[in-house]
């Protein structure tokens, strides 16, 4: 799976991932579930790590990417290893607010900004938008939705998302 991507496509093509707020620790196991409330990825806690490490997981149990957060370096960061290539997901030095650099192997860089601490912030890639997250789509309390503008890009955005969870809930 490469790691860059077509153009936006329609907002029919999009897909909704629901995902449990603040429940992303060492050791925790829990399903990202589609819109409709169907198993689509699990995110595998590894308890036995020196460092914070989560496995995302398809329906039959592949590994579709490994997110682990490096602990030595200068600001928080945590590497995405995906089968396109990785990307790294780093807190930006610029402004008041948090802001996140994706630095994505073999494809576009991403940029991440909004309010992240409720769960409401976009993803962009070349200025366009490839993901929304957001608490208002369900109304599921402790959860938030994750929608997805292009189905090829969600294992990067679901891992992207659950690193920054990760980083801004600790």
């Known amino acids: 799976m490469a790691l860059r991507r077509r153009a936006r496509r329609d907002e029919s093509d999009a897909i909704r991932f629901q995902l449990q707020e603040r429940l992303i620790s060492i050791g925790d196991d829990y399903w990202i579930e589609d819109d409709r409330g169907r198993r689509a990825y699990k995110v595998d806690g590894k308890a ?10 398809d329906l039959g149990g592949r590994e579709v990417a490994k997110i682990r957060e490096r ?5 928080d960061a945590i590497k995405i290893e995906l089968a396109g290539g990785d990307a790294m ?11 996140f650099h994706v630095e994505v192997d073999h494809g576009d860089d991403l940029k991440v900004h909004g309010n992240f601490v409720d769960h409401e912030y976009e993803i962009e890639r070349s200025g366009t938008t490839i993901a929304t997250v957001s ?7 402790d959860s938030y939705g994750v929608e997805v503008h292009d189905v090829e890009d969600a294992p ?3 891992a992207v998302t659950v690193a920054i969870d990760a980083m801004t809930h600790d």
Do not use: C, Q
């Open 48 to 57: 036995v790590r020196v460092r914070d490490t989560w496995l995302l997981e």
């Open 89 to 99: 997901v780093k807190k930006a030095l610029v402004g008041v607010r948090d802001r």
């Open 71 to 75: 602990k030595l370096s200068v600001r």
């Open 135 to 141: 608490k208002r789509w369900f109304r599921v309390r």
């Open 156 to 158: 990067l955005v679901l």
